[in-house]
């Protein structure tokens, strides 16, 4: 079943409706609640490779609904060290659970002062 | 945006919680609950389409059939009083203006059903043609609404409602349904029993809250479009078009070139000399969902075809489409790549229907 609308506080924002959580040096991403309702229901998404590297602002993965695919950018840089494989064999948890089971990457930071750059909850909210 | 049409059932679409989009110059519905869910309740239940913006010609009058044969690839003399035939409408040089379904109302009475997007061009090339014809052809867009009422419990369903018995399998009805006198075909575009019913627009509301009460579900175009994909239903303007002749495309069936139709001479020669490309179905058993525009690329790494439709497959849970490809691959257990934005994904050529209903 799909969640309902919420944009966690704890998270930070991007415009192109991704999250991510900030622990530390490493970052977990996701897309947004607006993000997966926009898409629809989810039947395909595949994890970036340990090891890549992603770059604020650019395309990272894919995700597919039945009628579109759709680009998820990194709402900051830095290297992968973990991925969801768990979100590649059920992409239905990412409108199920779009800030739990559902995320997609997890990075390893290499300019943490990027993350002044995202937005708060509230901001995020007011931009949709 | 603001010059789209809707169709009589565009507030029962906004309170059904339908996401609305442009389509064909139409405001219509693509999904309600969900794709995936709308798609499986047709292959197990019950599903009701609002397909009126589908555009409907009439041609009456005594030289509507020689007309009719003139320009429908079918042999349109073969469809009897309260009958229905789909055929290709063509250009000189076989390429396919569209495909399309008549029904026979009487003698010298026909209707045929249009795609949307070419019903102005289709009802243009029916009036051309139509001079030293001794007939009337008649727009009625305006005149019919369409809903779609298709999966294994329809006709169970639509019993309840009806005064009279159900047509056959294409045949057509003229009986009251909800309460009014609705023209109901034995037709549809999802592979699952069930009807088409085209009803004055003015009891389209009545109908579908009728069809909604006795437990129909309300089906978007989003799974109109993967119902007719898993059993290789063409889609006009993906897989047919004015470049691709009915060989190629596997309409073969349903051109008759001793009608002497427009297009059938060259219709003739491509059947008898092959064609280079074939219409395929495949799928992708292991990753990916392929899309319109993909390149096929066969063994050697050479690309050897396009794909014109491609989704995710509800039934089956894989991608599954169909591409136009080298006629020497077209085979059925044919092993080929899809590349999907850049990556390679494996694909096995399948006989049609991708999906069975019946199975």
């Known amino acids: ?128 | 945006m603001s010059d789209l049409r809707r169709t009589p059932l565009f507030d029962a679409h906004v309170a059904a919680g339908a996401r609305l989009v442009p389509f064909a110059g139409w405001e219509m519905p693509v999904q309600y609950a969900g794709v995936g869910a709308e798609h499986l309740e047709v292959r197990s239940g019950c599903g009701v389409f609002d397909v009126s913006h589908m555009g409907e010609v009439q041609t009456s009058g005594l030289g509507a059939g020689d007309l009719l044969q003139r320009i429908l690839s079918n042999d349109v003399s073969k469809i009897e009083i309260g009958g229905a035939q789909y055929s290709v409408l063509c250009r000189e040089d076989g390429g396919v203006l569209d495909d399309l379904f008549t029904y026979r109302l009487g003698e010298d009475r026909f209707l045929t059903v249009t795609n949307a997007s070419n019903h102005e061009r289709d009802l243009a090339w029916f009036r051309e043609h139509a001079a030293g014809f001794d007939c009337q052809v008649e727009d009625r867009v305006a005149d019919w609404a369409m809903l779609a009422v298709q999966g294994p419990k329809a006709r169970g369903m639509l019993e309840g409602l009806a005064s009279g018995d159900l047509p056959k399998r294409f045949r057509t009805a003229t009986i009251d349904v909800a309460g009014a006198e609705c023209l109901v075909c034995g037709t549809g575009y999802t592979g699952e029993a069930g009807v088409e019913i085209l009803c004055p627009p003015e009891h389209a509301v009545t109908l579908w809250d009728a069809l909604l009460e006795s437990g129909a579900t309300p089906i978007g175009l989003g799974a109109r479009d993967t119902l007719r994909m898993e059993v290789c239903f063409h889609l006009y303007g993906n897989d047919l078009s004015e470049d691709r002749n009915p060989i190629e495309a596997g309409l073969g069936w349903c051109c008759k070139e001793e009608t002497s139709f427009i297009g059938s001479e060259p219709i003739a020669e491509a059947r008898a000399s092959g064609t280079p490309e074939k219409l395929a179905p495949f799928v992708l058993p292991e990753r990916g969902i392929p899309r319109q525009d993909n390149p096929v690329v066969d063994a050697e790494g050479e690309q050897a075809g396009v794909v014109t439709s491609g989704t995710h497959s509800p039934s089956l849970g894989c991608g599954i489409g169909m591409a136009y490809v080298r006629a020497d691959l077209a085979e059925p257990g044919t092993a080929l790549e899809i590349d999907v934005r850049g990556k390679h994904r494996a694909a096995r050529i399948e006989s049609r229907p991708l999906y069975d209903p019946a199975r």
């Open chain 1, 1 to 128: 079943m799909a969640a309902e609308e919420s944009y966690p506080e704890d998270l930070k924002y991007h415009p192109e409706h991704d999250w991510a959580r900030i622990d530390g040096d490493v970052a977990t991403f996701g897309i947004t609640w607006f993000a997966q309702n926009s898409l629809g229901e989810v039947v395909f998404f595949e994890p970036p490779e340990v090891g890549a590297a992603v770059s604020k602002d650019e395309v990272y993965a894919e995700v597919e609904s039945v009628k579109a695919v759709s680009d998820v950018y990194a709402p900051l840089s830095g290297e992968v060290v973990e991925v969801n494989d768990g979100a590649g064999d059920n992409p239905e948890v990412l409108n199920e659970d779009p800030y739990g089971d559902g995320w997609l990457a997890k990075v390893k930071l290499s300019d943490a002062s990027e993350v002044d750059d995202l937005m708060d909850s509230a901001m995020y909210k007011d931009s949709l």
